[in-house]
């Protein structure tokens, strides 16, 4: 039997960020990529390219999956300072130096997320059950498969299931779940900024919340939506004030996709950007994003003015470059990068000062290796391996609109 979709068909999203309309919208036939993990974002901007991966059941320590899933390609002539954890087949990997392991191997890991301090990795599992549902037939049993926000030591050990997104509901009859994406780690280690429609996935979309890691209370900050697109991508700026995230929009099948500013202080909310802006990821400064930028050609990796939203420098102009991450240490950004039909992460290094960089492209850090093109890789370097004086943090000027405030601290 299908499974029945017990909220509105508008709210119905497999992957939690909420796309509308056909999934034909995804306009990735330009690539010749089958679209599954990043179905919203590729209709929200048009092109990014995605792979979807596929892997074993592990459990216990971490075993290594099969080949192909166990060949990921490092470049030698390239060193990695500090550690890029990413995604390969459902399971988490991570490149140091010049040397890769992996960290996960239950085949559905995604969406990994460093802690501050380099202690955890956060990360989404996505788990398989049976259920029941009422629908149009009565009451309807089928296959779930829901989220699960993980943390994991960056060996492997230590794996901890920080919540769910399966609930039960009239006396325990009826089984659904709530979205849980794209986590992104306080600077002071205390609150996950995340999409989620939680608690109430029937009326609620996808947007950005607030996670308390101590009391594991979700707020959701009153912040406008497009319904039923609702938002993606929250990035926290490195001094804690202000997250930057994507509200989703379309025009007909075009995606709108805008960068925001949210005020964790004061609760205000600007747009920084005009339409076609993805995947914002801070300087360590706070004075500059990168982000995936759309085109008519694809997407391609972008600097832009983290008070103005203006475009300062052109990283890529390929079409087929997107998710940039920045270096902690200021000087190289990481990003994915499509060959064909396969993802790699590719590396620049922004030479000269700010902002008027010379960009460095780098050899590929993986060549030939298939990553998991719906997940972002994540950046930390230890403290003692950052620049002296490290990069500070300078706040961005305070948005003009206003709603109310989430602390970024538990309560």
């Known amino acids: 039997m299908s499974r029945p979709v017990p909220r509105r068909p508008s709210a119905g999203d497999p992957y939690g960020i909420r796309p ?29 390219p995605s792979v979807p991966g596929t892997g074993d059941h592990g459990g216990g320590a971490v075993a290594r999956t099969p080949v192909p899933s166990n060949v990921v390609v490092v470049n030698p002539a390239v060193s990695v300072r500090g550690s890029i954890v990413y995604a390969k087949a459902g399971n988490l990997w991570i490149l140091s130096g010049t040397a890769t392991h992996q960290v996960t191997s239950s085949g559905h890991d995604a969406m990994p997320a ?14 398989t059950t049976n259920g029941f549902y009422p629908s149009t037939e009565g009451l309807s049993s089928y296959r779930l498969t829901y989220p699960v926000l993980m943390r994991v030591h960056p060996d492997g050990s230590g794996a901890q299931q920080i919540i ?17 994406r794209q986590p992104s780690v306080s600077p002071d280690g205390k609150t ?23 009391t ?46 949210y005020n964790v202080k004061t609760g205000a909310v600007s747009a920084l950007t005009g339409p076609g802006f993805t995947n914002p990821s801070w ?11 759309t085109t008519f050609y694809g997407t391609d990796v972008v600097i832009l003015d983290a008070a103005t939203g203006r475009v300062l ?66 950046w930390y370097i230890p403290p003692d391996q950052l620049p002296t004086p490290a990069p500070t943090a300078t706040p961005s000027p305070t948005p003009v609109a206003s709603g109310p405030a989430v602390s970024p601290s538990p309560s």
């Open 20 to 48: 509308s309309g056909s999934p034909t919208a995804a306009a990735l036939s330009a690539v010749g990529l089958v679209v599954v993990a990043l179905i919203t974002a590729s209709f929200m901007t048009g092109k990014i």
């Open 114 to 127: 460093w802690s501050p301090d380099g202690q955890w990795i956060y990360y989404i599992q996505t788990r």
């Open 164 to 180: 769910s997104g399966l609930f039960t509901s009239n006396g325990g009859k009826y089984t659904w779940f709530s979205w849980y």
């Open 192 to 214: 996950l900024a995340l999409v989620s429609d939680a608690p109430d996935p029937s009326n609620q979309d996808v947007v950005l919340q607030f996670l308390n890691l101590t």
């Open 216 to 261: 594991q209370k979700l707020t959701m900050p009153r912040i406008p939506e497009n319904p039923p697109l609702g938002h993606q991508d929250p990035a926290w700026r490195p001094d804690g004030g202000a997250v930057a995230f994507v509200l989703n929009g379309h025009d007909g099948a075009t995606g709108t996709p805008v960068i925001e500013l």
């Open 283 to 293: 300087s360590p400064d706070g004075r500059y994003l990168a982000a995936t930028k």
């Open 313 to 378: 420098v052109q990283v890529t102009t390929d079409g087929l470059s997107w998710a940039p991450t920045w270096s902690p240490a200021g000087n190289e950004l990481v990003y994915l990068h499509l060959a064909g039909q396969t993802v790699d992460l590719k590396l620049v290094r922004l030479e000269g000062t700010a902002p008027a960089w010379t960009v460095k492209e780098q050899p590929n850090l993986t060549e030939n290796s298939g990553l998991d093109g719906s997940s972002r890789a994540s």
